[in-house]
């Protein structure tokens, strides 16, 4: 149907995936079967046979916290005030985590994104504020309630 307007596939380039199906047929090209995949990466996000976000959540998770890691020295750093540092976490950080979030289920995994801006705060494990009132402080929005 393809080749009628002109359209070639790359048979070496091309794979399938089924998502949430049992279906047994095969997909035959010139060259024989198209590889099938159990989770692909696909801009940015994982995308697996089951359909489901668990492992496209884990892999933005590892990715927001190595980006929260490369600031430990502006995090120390005298230099930059609160404000900035926090500029920098939202743009460099919570925008790491966030991409492509549209249809992930909300989880405790993504509460790990509340840590950070303890952290830039200063605010120590035994003087604990609640979600709210740290969002507030940071001027921002709770990445639970952006999602």
Same mark, same amino acid.
């Given at each position: %149907?393809?080749?009628?307007v002109?359209?070639r596939?790359? &048979?070496?380039?091309?794979?399938l #995936?089924?998502?949430?199906?049992?279906?047994p047929q095969r997909v035959v090209?010139?060259k024989? $079967?198209a &590889?099938? %995949?159990?989770e692909?990466t696909?801009?940015? +996000?994982?995308v697996?046979?089951?359909?489901g976000?668990?492992?496209?959540?884990?892999?933005?998770l590892g *990715?927001?916290?190595?980006a929260?890691?490369? #600031?430990?020295k502006l995090?120390? +750093? *005298?230099?930059?005030?609160?404000?900035?540092k926090?500029?920098?976490?939202?743009s460099?950080?919570?925008?790491v985590?966030?991409y492509? +979030?549209?249809s /992930?289920?909300?989880?405790q995994?993504?509460?790990?994104i509340n840590?950070?801006?303890?952290r830039?705060?200063?605010?120590? /494990? $035994?003087?604990?504020?609640t979600d709210? &009132?740290? /969002?507030?402080k940071?001027?921002?929005e +709770?990445v639970?309630?952006q999602?």
């Amino acid at each position: %149907m393809a080749v009628k307007v002109g359209l070639r596939i790359n &048979e070496d380039k091309t794979k399938l #995936m089924k998502v949430k199906t049992v279906s047994p047929q095969r997909v035959v090209l010139t060259k024989g $079967p198209a &590889e099938e %995949m159990e989770e692909v990466t696909y801009l940015g +996000s994982v995308v697996s046979i089951t359909g489901g976000t668990d492992q496209d959540v884990e892999a933005r998770l590892g *990715q927001a916290r190595l980006a929260f890691r490369a #600031m430990d020295k502006l995090l120390t +750093s *005298q230099i930059f005030g609160r404000a900035t540092k926090v500029k920098i976490f939202n743009s460099s950080v919570k925008t790491v985590l966030l991409y492509a +979030s549209e249809s /992930w289920t909300v989880t405790q995994r993504t509460v790990f994104i509340n840590k950070c801006p303890n952290r830039i705060l200063n605010i120590r /494990w $035994p003087d604990r504020i609640t979600d709210k &009132e740290l /969002w507030k402080k940071t001027g921002g929005e +709770s990445v639970l309630d952006q999602l």
